[in-house]
């Protein structure tokens, strides 16, 4: 199949030797080439979006997690601080 379709685009490229010599591009033309896969190549490159994106959930999980934490898991959430113990003792001293 590949070797039919080469045979293809060889017999017509000879077939039609001569529309293929007569044109000239632009003078400018490789400046408007550069540009538009300048301009596509940096479309394709920038990752910024996705990086705030990413930077956003990654915030988001980070806080939903200590809240869960804090409010539901951790064993001595009902304990006294140990800054409450001292102050506890402290005025117990004074008593």
Known sequence: MEKFNQDRIEKFIREN?????NYTPPDNHMEIFLSKLNARIRHYI????Y???VAA???LIFLA???VWNN???KDRNAISLKDKISLEFYR???
């Open 57 to 59: 959930v990654t915030i």
């Open 17 to 21: 030797r001569d529309a293929f010599g």
């Open 72 to 74: 539901f898991i951790r």
């Open 65 to 67: 997690s200590v809240l």
């Open 93 to 95: 001293l004074l008593d």
């Open 51 to 53: 990086l705030f994106r």
């Open 46 to 49: 920038s990752i910024v979006p």
